[in-house]
């Protein structure tokens, strides 16, 4: 049981956040299909967030460079 309460709210992220409540494909191919789909968006959204994080702190890190390495002491 343990296993299916941590799995349940996987299953309806992907259903509500990357549009699987319906499936428009027709048949069992159909639905692969529309699943790889989803982990697919859902693998995207993950690399954006990290690419995104990266780029944010990369950034700040090379302004704060640039910022010390023209102080005058």
Same mark, same amino acid.
């Given at each position: 049981?343990?296993?299916?309460?941590?799995?349940?709210?996987?299953?309806?992220?992907? =259903?509500?956040? +990357? $549009?699987?409540? &319906? $499936?428009?494909?027709?048949?069992?191919?159909?639905?692969?299909? $529309?699943?790889?789909?989803?982990? %697919?968006?859902? $693998? !995207? @959204? =993950?690399? *954006? &967030?990290? *690419?995104?994080? *990266?780029?944010? @702190?990369? #950034? !700040? !890190?090379? %302004? +704060?460079?640039?910022?010390?390495? *023209? #102080?005058k002491y």
């Amino acid at each position: 049981m343990d296993r299916r309460s941590a799995i349940e709210p996987v299953i309806s992220h992907l =259903k509500h956040d +990357h $549009n699987m409540i &319906r $499936n428009f494909l027709k048949g069992k191919e159909g639905d692969r299909i $529309n699943a790889v789909l989803a982990a %697919a968006g859902c $693998n !995207f @959204r =993950k690399l *954006f &967030r990290a *690419f995104f994080l *990266f780029l944010d @702190r990369f #950034t !700040f !890190f090379r %302004a +704060h460079i640039y910022q010390i390495s *023209f #102080t005058k002491y």
